[in-house]
């Protein structure tokens, strides 16, 4: 008898604190086996910047009082706060045979998807990972691998206040101009946005 193919468990888990949750993402990978399913998480944070390995503060320009974390995915600096949806990625890319290079366009990939959904030609950049309309990054790109499984993810911006990531030299480029679907003329519910996200990702990972 055929055995089932691996599956994706998603868990939508709404405002999540930061730290709390970059815990029990390096807990489950941490613990997780072989045949483990894969886990996406999405949710939202409350206001914080989060500074990557390779994270200079330099480019913390001004934090305006809001919180600054060090973390332990790749890259730089980048913000969150709620109106931004975490996408949290906790797969065995081991198992989905793809090199972190092909992970990376993958998943951008998936927003890309989404956004030609609504119309919004959208794209990566090979030497500055991320989705990008007319130049504006919409989608940031953040991940650490470890013994083959992947956590940490990506932050797709839907209705946050942009006004932040003037603080900051977004993924440690100066003048790096941010947008989001409400900045584009998109006004749509985070939970519809959620949802759509993630039938992309299984499209994608899990057809």
């Excluded at 997780?32 to 206001?47: I, K, M, S």
């Excluded at 092909?102 to 950049?125: M, P, R, S, T």
């Excluded at 584009?184 to 057809?207: C, H, R, V």
Aim: proline share 6%; with cysteine; aromatic share 8%.
């Amino acid at each position: 008898m055929q055995q089932p193919g691996p599956t994706l468990n998603v868990k939508h888990l709404g405002a999540q604190p930061y730290l709390a949750t970059l815990t029990a993402m390096q807990q489950f990978t941490h613990t997780r086996e072989p045949d483990t399913a894969d886990e996406l998480w999405l949710l939202e944070h409350p206001a914080v910047f989060t500074l990557g390995q390779a994270g200079k503060n330099e480019h913390i320009l001004d934090a305006h009082d809001i919180p600054i974390v060090k973390t332990d995915r790749g890259g730089q600096v980048t913000y969150h706060a709620p109106g931004q949806l975490m996408a949290y990625c906790l797969f065995n890319v081991k198992r989905l045979q793809l090199n972190t290079r092909q992970f990376v366009c993958a998943l951008e990939q998936v927003i890309i998807n989404l956004l030609n959904d609504l119309q919004i030609d959208a794209h990566g950049d090979r030497n500055a990972p991320g989705v990008y309309v007319a130049g504006k990054k919409i989608a940031a790109l953040g991940l650490r691998i470890r013994r083959g499984y992947s956590y940490h993810g990506l932050c797709f911006n839907v209705n946050l206040d942009l006004t932040p990531f003037t603080y900051i030299n977004p993924c440690g480029i100066k003048d790096q101009p941010i947008t989001s679907l409400q900045a584009l003329g998109y006004d749509i519910p985070m939970n519809t946005i959620s949802q759509a996200l993630t039938q992309k990702f299984k499209q994608k990972f899990y057809p």
